[in-house]
């Protein structure tokens, strides 16, 4: 089996609701946001690809499009918008068009912090 990753980066905006640093949570605040995409298979033998990149490029764009340099508690299903959440959306988003979709992790590399989804 193949597995094939793409990535793509957005910026955004929101706000959580926590017990620790609780004042400064509430306060619209942004970061910057990598995601990225495996999808796994076989790979179509008159193509010689797992998926054609150009189509998948397309498709991540649409979802890209709904984060970048949006305020995330306003996107419906997001709110309150954590990295678990935004793992989901992504993976809800993809997942109709890719079937092989393996999983999805949402990272801000700036603080360290990853979370992926993945299917049961």
Known sequence: MYELTKDFRFEAAHTLEREIDRAASRRIHGHSYRAEVTIG???????GMLV???QLDQALARVRAELDHRFLDEVPGLAPATLERLARFV?????PDYPGLLHVVICRD???ERCRYRRE
């Not at 298979?41 to 193509?47: F, N, Y």
């Not at 993976?91 to 997942?95: K, N, P, T």
Request: proline share 0%; charged share 15%; no cysteine.
């Open 41 to 47: 298979g076989e790979i179509d033998l008159a193509t």
């Open 91 to 95: 993976w809800q988003s993809l997942a």
């Open 52 to 54: 054609d990149l150009g």
């Open 110 to 112: 700036s603080l360290g």
